[in-house]
């Protein structure tokens, strides 16, 4: 961690101010502070204020009177998509809200969303976020969930049966039982991210709402109107997937462990946990990467299906165009410079047909496809050089948890295209069947 300023005089800081977007309360103008060294993420900024050590404010036990997390738009380069303070909660961070609430400046300023911490009820609408919470040891902050049918992890499908409204409809989430209520905390199922039930979020009276945005999808509709933050969750617009997994350290500063509390707030907060987590990542990725590398340039992966009239395939310098670089694999598309999917037409794909030598996709549901199955779907799979070689993999995301794990933990999907690369000799498939 550095010691830098924030100087908001300049033009350039008072552009990027004034193209923030969302968020709810007038933030205090940035001054002097600690930025947390981010290796990897290119949209994530977070800055500590007051330490313990250098402000008699500072809150007791914990190293930061309060944090600010910039995001970058990842739409619009020079710009922000929110900002948010997170001030912890007690009488000290009442009194941090109060200073901040006074402090005012003709500068430029950028309106952001103000988050107490620890955040101890929130609704996540995205299933990777939710596995994460698991493994940061704050799964009991998870009380109501979106698209409950396509999230892979028992205990939260266990949990949303102890609210009574698993099925979509329109029963009402606060109707639990003291009974269910005392087993557990009950998950409430908010119906779909695109649509969500606003009574049930209403009821459930949510802390903090984790959403995906998405490019100019025109806010949130009426979650905006709850005065409610709303954590836009856009790792999963970073290139690098290092870059995604790292923001794991600013979830981890939103929640706590569960069970008994320690006495102070840092003892408490998951933001070790995300430190140590992330630690271990690196780590194992960078050692893979080591190790495919020192090995001769491996079979070519392609890794989607037809979709429609299109076919969908990950850019070159894309998170899964990067993996498959790092997996030292060919791919046909690895000289594209683009960093999210590339649309192409069949006729595109299937003149580089010949150049595939594994095919591995996803689907959802239902027994994995025949090759048969799959010309009857498109006869031009056949122009893969993989289909004619039997060389395809399918994992169905309905009953593995591929997306779940995968996002917030790249080493995983790195050894699986080591494996389907240069065989078996880094182990056996996890998610990927022949």
């Avoid at 939710?130 to 969930?145: F, P």
């Avoid at 408490?268 to 430190?275: G, I, L, N, R």
């Avoid at 150049?355 to 031009?380: C, I, N, T």
Wanted: aromatic share 8%; net charge neutral; proline share 5%.
């Amino acid at each position: 961690m550095k010691k830098l300023y924030i100087l908001l005089c300049g033009a350039t800081a008072a552009l990027l101010m004034a193209a923030c977007q969302g968020g709810k309360t007038a933030a205090a103008d940035a001054e002097a502070g600690d930025t947390l060294e981010m290796k990897y993420a290119k949209l994530l900024t977070i800055v500590k204020h007051g330490d313990g050590e250098e402000s008699p404010d500072a809150a007791e036990g914990i190293d930061y009177q309060y944090a600010e997390a910039i995001i970058a738009n990842p739409w619009k380069a020079g710009t922000m998509l929110h900002r948010y303070i997170l001030i912890p909660k007690g009488k000290e961070g009442d009194k941090t809200v109060a200073m901040l609430a006074k402090r005012r400046s003709t500068g430029a300023r950028c309106t952001t969303d103000t988050v107490r911490t620890p955040v101890e009820k929130s609704a996540v609408f995205i299933a990777p976020h939710c596995q994460l919470m698991y493994e940061l040891g704050c799964q009991q902050a998870i009380r109501g969930v979106c698209d409950l049918d396509y999230i892979n992890i028992p205990d939260v499908k266990k949990r949303a049966a102890l609210s009574g409204n698993t099925a979509a409809g329109k029963t009402s989430s606060g109707n639990v039982s003291a009974e269910n209520a005392a087993a557990g905390n009950p998950i409430v199922n908010c119906g779909s991210s695109m649509a969500p039930d606003i009574e049930r979020i209403i009821a459930l009276k949510p802390e903090a709402i984790l959403v995906s945005p998405f490019e100019n999808s025109g806010g949130y509709g009426k979650l905006d109107k709850l005065h409610v933050p709303i954590i836009e969750a856009a790792d999963y617009m970073e290139s690098s997937p290092l870059g995604r997994a790292e923001w794991m350290k600013f979830y981890g500063m939103l929640f706590k462990k569960d069970g008994n509390a320690p006495k102070t707030a840092l003892a408490a907060s998951c933001e070790p946990k995300a430190d140590s987590l992330f630690a271990k990542i690196e780590k194992e990725y960078l050692k893979l990467k080591a190790e495919a590398a020192g090995y001769p340039k491996g079979l070519s992966i392609l890794t989607e299906r037809k979709t429609g009239n299109v076919w969908y395939v990950p850019g070159g310098q894309s998170t899964i165009g990067i993996l498959l670089k790092d997996a030292n694999a060919r791919y046909i598309f690895e000289d594209d410079q683009h960093s999210g999917s590339l649309a192409m037409s069949p006729e595109q794909i299937l003149a580089k047909g010949k150049q595939v030598d594994v095919w591995a996709f996803k689907y959802f549901g239902g027994a994995p496809l025949s090759q048969a199955q799959l010309l009857q779907e498109y006869d031009g799979y056949k122009a893969l050089a993989a289909f004619n070689r039997g060389n395809i993999y399918q994992v169905d995301t309905s009953t593995v948890p591929y997306f779940e794990l995968t996002s917030f933990h790249p080493e995983l999907l790195l050894r699986e295209f080591i494996i389907l690369a240069h065989g078996e000799r880094f182990g056996k498939l996890r998610f990927y069947k022949k």
